[in-house]
């Protein structure tokens, strides 16, 4: 856990300039600077916060209350892979309660895994799906997502059913989230 003061900030800023030269009003560079925060703690920490705060001129409850409203941004610490079971309606009935309840059992978080349910992702004509780092993984049973989590455990390679392959680590994804696309390729 860093301090406001910790020199990680310091050789952030010039990152976070950059980003904030992208729009008309440094505010508005608010949601790329969360990213860029929690790719440096794998989380959005009160040091990150206040972070974005200095930057951007706003107030600590200001950057508070974005960094709260969106579910993206983990106030906790996230392991390399963010494991996320869709169980809303579509899903649910179709698996992904089954599949959350036999991750669940089978207990993969082990500090590079962290496992949680998340809402619609509109990708519901692959139900049920699994998103890892916010990558698609469509069609799961309880049997792929254990050796999903296997294989991501054991570092091998993982490519989703669609998007950016191979998947990036949660801190790679937050940078490229960030607008720095050409580090994680
Ligand atoms: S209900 Fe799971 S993606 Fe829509």
Redesign the pocket.
Known sequence: MTTADSPVWTDLAADAEVVIARYPHARSALLPLLHLVQSVEGHVSAAGIEFCARRLGLTVAEVQAVATFYTMYKRAPVGDYLVGV?T?????VMG?DAILGALQEYSPEDGSITLEAVE?????DH???IMVNWEFFDTMTPAAARRLVDDLRAGRAVSPSRGRSPLCTFRQTSRLLAGFPEETR
């Open positions: 869709c809303n309606t579509l899903c649910a992904g619609c992702n509109a990708a519901c139900a049920p799906v």
